[in-house]
């Protein structure tokens, strides 16, 4: 079983595979932030791995693309697998591939461990913008054996650099300056162990709409054998931020001091107005009374105020999600819109059942003293 979750200008798939029992991998999806994660270590490990990398990275990174401080990111996520190892969260030695990228207008920062990609498709074709921290990867870029040998290498599988492993572990970070209408893919090795670079391409270039793209990449490299869980993220990049200058006109006398006024009313008018524009479009899941709630809104107050509301109670129990979504679920996950979190919850959902867990069983019932 598959999860899915999107917008109209990025879509996320994961799917276990036709060859594994269990899903290691993970997708974030939280703009301007993805990710793809690719869990080590095997079942409870693995998977634990990629989902502490995860919020991890989503507490830890900024807001706006900064490669340097994304790479600072990715190293909370690090230090977060290894001590959660330590905690009896998940098995000693477990670790996880990142690459995860900020996105804003035509900037993207990229900060990458392990052999999960980006790839950056644009006029010229599909670029490979990350470097692959393996051992066959270490072969090819030294001439011992070329791209297509290293598919079936028996040592494709070892890698060199991963989050879990070594606390001073630093990951690959840089910039990229993209164009309107090109398209930013990150992915797990279970679909570029199954493709080729040509074969994504076609697939990227042949679907415009991202959620038709992810769905296509997962089942071409499903019917290519299907060998590991594939994870994909497609992100367009569909407008740039565009500023212009402000011009002033500068007034004279009290003329000038009656506009001033206005100006001044008039922003914190436009101010407050935007503020609840804002709080209203946007939205929060939070968990009361151990279920899962959705509220139109922002979490905490505002100048003393609460703008929030109530938009939907759900079925799902935040105590049979993983440890570290519950614990962010405590706080408040917030999310860009009501649509979001509804998808929000139908990404826990489907996760769930792929658990053989029912979403819908509630909590379990409370223990009771004997009279």
Not at 218 to 238: L, Y
Request: aromatic letters at 6%.
């Amino acid at each position: 079983m598959s999860a899915v979750s999107r917008k109209r200008w990025y879509a996320g798939l994961t799917d276990v595979g036709r060859v594994r029992t269990h899903n290691e991998d993970a997708v974030l999806l939280e703009p301007p932030l993805f990710a793809v994660a690719d869990g080590l270590g095997g079942h409870e490990a693995g998977e634990v791995a990629s989902s502490v990398a995860l919020g991890a990275l989503v507490e830890a990174a900024p807001r706006r693309p900064d490669a340097k401080a994304l790479g600072r990111a990715v190293r909370a996520a690090n230090r977060a697998v290894i001590s959660a190892a330590r905690e009896g969260l998940g098995r000693n030695g477990m670790g996880t591939t990142v690459t995860a990228a900020l996105v804003e207008g035509t900037r993207i920062a990229i900060a990458h461990v392990g052999d999960s990609r980006a790839y950056l498709l644009h006029g010229d074709g599909l670029e490979r913008l990350t470097e692959d921290h393996s051992l066959v990867a270490d072969m090819i870029r030294s001439g011992t054996i070329t791209e297509e040998q290293s598919r079936t290498h028996p040592n494709r599988s070892v890698i060199t650099r991963a989050l879990g492993t070594d606390p001073n572990m630093y990951p690959d970070t840089f910039e990229v300056e993209a164009g309107i209408g090109d398209r930013l893919l990150l992915c797990s090795d279970g679909l570029t162990g199954m493709l080729p670079d040509a074969r994504i391409e076609e697939i990227l270039d042949s679907y415009r709409d991202p959620e038709m793209a992810v769905r296509m990449l997962v089942d071409a490299a499903n019917e290519a054998g299907g060998h590991d869980n594939i994870s994909v993220a497609v992100v367009d990049i569909v407008t740039g931020q565009h500023r212009s200058p402000a011009t002033e006109r500068p007034g004279r006398g009290w003329l000038s001091a009656l506009v001033w006024v206005f100006a001044v009313v008039a922003v914190l008018g436009i101010a407050v107005w935007g503020t609840y524009r804002y709080a209203y479009d946007r939205a929060y899941l939070v968990t009361e009374d151990q279920y899962v709630v959705i509220y139109r809104g922002i979490p905490g107050d505002f100048a003393g105020l609460r703008l929030r509301w109530l938009e939907a109670e759900t079925t799902v129990t935040a105590s049979a999600l993983d440890p570290v979504t519950a614990q962010r679920l405590a706080t408040g996950v917030p999310v860009e819109s009501v649509d979001a979190a509804f998808e929000l919850i139908e990404l826990y959902r489907a996760h769930l059942e792929t658990q053989g867990v029912d979403p819908n069983a509630g909590p379990p019932p409370a223990e009771t003293g004997t009279p």
